[in-house]
């Protein structure tokens, strides 16, 4: 367990689960729930991997993998960025809507949709 940078990112070297996909998801949890907000830099992956106990380049897997998700920008010199979920949003409703079109539904179809996944 290390807490760099107001981050708590625990690794389980007996899990299952990749240790890169371990630090990814500890840090989807952060986001999702208001630790790490968009404009909130990521701690360089020197440092991490240093205080995880681990190698530079599990971490970068990690950031890798939480950028292919559209949940931060990696830039160069500044390292990983949380970016914010507005634009992805309006994304998936746009692909929501052409999805609806293509299926032949109609406005209050994804209406429909929408408030019973809202519940």
Not at 91 to 112: E, I, N, S, W
């Amino acid at each position: 367990m290390t807490n760099l940078t107001g981050m708590l990112i625990r690794i389980d070297p007996e899990s299952d689960q990749p240790i890169y996909l371990q630090i990814a998801r500890a840090i989807e949890a952060q986001i999702e729930d208001g630790s790490l907000r968009p404009g909130d830099r990521l701690p360089p992956a020197r440092p991490l991997s240093s205080s995880l106990g681990i190698n530079m380049h599990t971490v970068l897997r990690a950031y890798s993998e939480l950028q292919a998700r559209s949940l931060v920008e990696m830039r160069r010199g500044r390292g990983g960025v949380v970016v914010g979920d507005e634009a992805d949003v309006g994304q998936l409703a746009r692909q929501l809507v052409v999805a609806a079109k293509r299926r032949g539904m109609d406005l209050q179809d994804v209406d429909a949709l929408i408030t019973e996944a809202w519940r």
